[in-house]
């Protein structure tokens, strides 16, 4: 709605100067920023260097700003993909075949487990807890004794052991049996109708940003934690990561099988 992508020319010292004189000119007195760790970071340092109020509000679907459950469009990214799943799980129970599923998540798995939780799939290849190619080897090894009818795999963009492509291409060199085929979802996710969880979550940390701008609060990032509204300060919102629910994994091992 906005049509706002990153600029090269805020990254300069000239360049936010540029924009502090447009603010100045439209008599704009403070800032709400929308967006994720760069957002974030050029909020601290537009605040730092121009002493303006900016208030941030995470909006990336990777979830992985710190200060926050959930950011916008996350919610909305994981529905898109589970969505695409249910359609290639249909294909892959009629031709036993092993899906690798390719979502986004360059330095943080966040979509790529919660997809999973929520499609059945039997694994998941995340940034930051890396399974080996023996180990999921192995793993699918046990579900076949089992008679597992379909496999889906979903491997995180950023997955240390490779892409879905390559990691596709390992399982096949350990064995030979394995008919692999392979999905990658790709910028599908970062577009469509917001979902419900979307929608509510933007409105109640707008409403809450903007409550917070006339209360005086200045250099944070509103967010939600364990349901309730919460501000954290720019610094840490730019230098911590929010990392994943260990428990999401555990439950996610159970119902593999």
């Known amino acids: 709605m906005l049509k706002s992508s990153r600029s090269k020319e805020f990254r300069t010292q000239e360049g936010r100067m540029k924009a502090f004189e447009v603010l100045k000119k439209h008599e704009i007195d403070a800032l ?17 260097e121009h002493n303006i109020p900016v208030i941030g509000i995470p909006g990336t679907i990777d979830n992985d700003i710190f200060g926050t459950d959930y950011t916008i469009g996350f ?49 998941v290849l995340v940034p930051e807890g890396p399974m080996s190619i023996k180990e999921l080897h192995e793993h699918l090894a046990y579900l076949k004794s089992k008679n597992k009818s379909s496999n889906i795999i979903i491997v995180a963009e950023g997955n240390p052991t490779g892409n879905a ?69 720019l610094e840490d919102a730019v230098n911590q990561r929010n990392g994943l629910n260990e428990e999401l994994f555990r439950i996610s091992d159970y119902l593999s099988v």
């Open 75 to 123: 919610d909305t990214a994981v529905n898109v993909a589970v969505d695409c799943i249910d359609k290639i799980r249909d294909t892959a129970s009629s031709h036993d075949r092993l899906f690798l599923v390719e979502v986004m998540g360059r330095d943080t798995g966040h979509i790529a487990l919660r997809t999973a939780l929520a499609s059945g799939a039997v694994a």
């Open 165 to 233: 492509f390559e990691v596709a291409a390992q399982l096949e060199a350990l064995h030979s049996s394995y008919e692999t085929r392979v999905s990658v979802i790709g910028h599908i996710q970062r577009g469509g109708t917001p979902s419900a969880a979307d929608r509510v979550l933007a409105a109640e940390l707008g409403t809450y940003a903007v409550e917070s701008l006339i209360e005086g609060a200045k250099g944070v990032m509103v967010g939600v934690i364990d349901r309730k509204m919460t501000r954290t300060r």
């Open 32 to 48: 709400i920023v929308i967006g994720g760790d760069g957002s974030m970071s050029g909020a601290k340092i537009f605040q730092e």
